[in-house]
């Protein structure tokens, strides 16, 4: 199994595949909600990130409990938090609020994960997807910025994508971990062979 420091990525699998489901019904919502207004689309983006940021309390508990690493879960959720907040306060604010707003976490979103794909992994397949997910994140923030009033969809773009993308790592970092079992448990069963082997030719000498 590749090497993974015990940072974000290595958070559970199942907390992924969540994240991925719920990017996804978000993401697919917004980009073909055609018929909703802009304050219902700027209310469920608000809540979609409110259900980001539990996930991510929830995920930083387990690496608590885990012992390998919360403070970047638990600062990941509170910024989550602060912007779904910022939209849902501030629905009768112009347009143009709500589109930095949103352009500049998506571009740092998917910067961060550019950085986490470089950083924390040496496996190609868990590498591309998060470098994949950030380049899109950095692209669609840039793309959010110039998109006039139609950047709720392109938001909704990035979140399929990032969903996409989190529902292929999660599944790849669950086989990783069932490799990585079934590697230690034929490890340990060979040191035990070779344990008994050892004790044997010890007990013949002894013997003699």
């Known amino acids: 199994m590749a090497h993974i420091k015990r940072s974000y990525i290595d958070s559970h699998w199942l907390i992924f595949v969540v994240k991925g489901i719920v990017a996804v019904l978000f ?54 938090a602060v912007v779904a907040l910022a939209l849902l306060f501030t629905l009768e604010q112009d347009a143009t609020w709500h589109l930095i707003l949103l352009a500049a976490y998506t571009f740092l979103r998917g910067f961060f994960e550019i950085i986490s794909g470089f950083r924390t992994t040496i496996d190609p397949t868990d590498r591309f997807t998060w470098v994949f997910g950030g380049m899109c994140g950095a692209i669609m923030g840039l793309a ?19 969903g ?9 970092n669950r086989a990783q971990k069932l490799e990585d079992h079934e590697a230690r448990v034929e490890a340990a069963a060979s040191r035990k062979k070779s344990s008994k082997r050892k004790t044997s030719k010890s007990a013949k000498k ?3």
């Not at 018929?35 to 996930?55: A, K, Q, R, Y």
């Not at 959010?144 to 990032?162: A, P």
């Open 144 to 162: 959010i910025f110039n998109s006039g009033t139609y950047f709720i969809r392109f938001f909704g773009v990035y979140l399929l994508v990032l």
């Open 164 to 172: 996409i993308c989190s529902l292929t790592y999660g599944v790849h």
């Open 27 to 80: 993401g697919g919502f917004a980009l073909f909600s055609i018929n909703h207004d802009f304050n219902s689309l700027i209310t469920l983006t608000g809540v979609f990130l409110l259900t980001f940021s539990i996930i991510e309390f929830i995920n930083a508990l387990y690496k608590a409990h885990q012992k390998t690493g919360w403070a970047v879960s638990v600062g990941i959720a509170i910024i989550d």
């Open 206 to 208: 002894s013997k003699r």
